[in-house]
């Protein structure tokens, strides 16, 4: 009798492991299928490109133009901050008015870029540290100068010190045109070549150079 029963238990666990064993093998197949058709979907060439591409492909000189023009765009609004209590000139407010407008809303626009890259923003206040060996900067002292002048004085060492910042400015434009990867950024060069030549003809012309 317990010879009987144990043979049946048996025969039972047997059944039972054997009923497993096609479940586990019919959702293996059936996940094997799927992962593998996944796995093909994941490595095409359309799909693989595609992710990068719905941002926009950028590269080293995109980064370095972000980077660079962020502080750069600081200090020009720094100086034009200025303006309005210093300045004799209506000209000279207007100018540093519309170099204002424009170069707030491109610092947030590059400080958005760098952050979706995964790239670090640079830190407010990091102008002087950027000075040395970016193009068009102004030195601490030239700053200092800046701030301490009015009227005709100031208008006019404004205006030469912002051609020598909008200068670099093309100069960093001109590279991004020339090296960077991303069209969003490379819109924006041409933007600032042509918005900083027209107002570096406008200032020449100010003060009496044209």
């Known amino acids: 009798m317990n010879t009987n029963r144990s043979l049946i238990r048996r025969g039972a666990a047997v059944a039972a492991a054997g009923t497993a064993a096609l479940v586990l093998a019919a959702c293996g197949s059936n996940n094997d299928g799927s992962a593998g058709h996944d796995g093909h979907a ?5 799909a693989s490109a595609s992710a990068p591409a719905a941002q926009g492909q950028h590269n080293a ?6 980077k660079g023009m962020i502080p750069h765009h600081r200090q020009a609004v720094e100086m034009a ?4 209590t210093r ?12 170099i204002k407008k424009a170069q707030d809303p491109e610092i947030k626009t590059l400080s958005g870029w760098l952050t979706s890259w995964g790239e670090q923003v ?24 800046l701030k301490n002048s009015s009227g005709k004085a100031f208008d006019t060492a404004f205006m030469e010190m ?3 910042h ?5 100069a960093m434009a001109k590279t991004e045109k020339a090296e960077g990867a991303f069209p969003d950024a490379k819109t924006m060069a ?21």
């Open 42 to 46: 994941s490595k095409s060439p359309t």
């Open 87 to 98: 300045a004799e000139s209506a000209e000279v407010k207007k100018l540093a008015d519309e």
């Open 122 to 145: 640079p830190a407010e206040g990091a102008t002087d540290h950027s000075a040395h060996g970016m193009a068009g900067m102004m030195t601490a002292e030239e700053m200092d100068k």
């Open 162 to 164: 912002m051609i020598k």
């Open 166 to 170: 909008h200068e670099g400015a093309l």
């Open 61 to 66: 000189a995109d980064v370095a133009f972000a």
């Open 81 to 84: 901050d200025l303006a309005p």
């Open 190 to 210: 041409d933007a600032i070549i042509t918005s900083q030549t027209a107002e570096i003809a406008r200032m020449n012309d100010l003060l009496g150079k044209s």
